[in-house]
């Protein structure tokens, strides 16, 4: 039911910048989440950040002060700003959007994932 479309993906050098974005398109009205997630070689996707339809954010602990999340689900865009980037933050970036609609029905989506490496 949610569509997403994401770019910008790249290869970065240390220190560097890069701004991901996202496009969804939803066929019913139903989107109350979204946020990028990240996937690590080897590793398990973990949360980046959200944002839910009260424009309420949520940064992981691990990116606070050097990402910055911008869009929101009433235009169903959403970006990625990532400044200061390591090693440590190669990984394939997901958009995802959590689709709910009343009474029980909830659902993800979640776009192919820019590869986002860092190495010099």
């Known amino acids: 039911q949610v569509q997403l479309v994401e770019s910008g993906g790249g290869w970065v050098q240390p220190g560097g910048s890069l701004r991901l974005s996202c496009a969804a398109s939803e066929d019913t009205p139903c989107i109350a989440v979204m946020a990028w997630y990240r996937q690590a070689p080897e590793k398990e996707r973990e949360l980046v950040v959200r944002i839910r339809s009260t424009g309420r954010t949520d940064y992981a602990d691990s990116v606070k002060g050097r990402f910055t999340v911008s869009g929101d689900i009433a235009t169903k865009m959403l970006g990625l700003q990532m400044n200061s980037l390591q090693p440590e933050a190669t990984a394939v970036y997901y958009c995802?959007?959590?689709?709910?609609?009343?009474?029980?029905?909830?659902?993800?989506?979640w776009g192919p994932g820019p590869q986002v490496p860092v190495s010099s």
């Open positions: 995802s959007a959590l689709c709910t609609i009343w009474p029980d029905h909830a659902s993800s989506s």
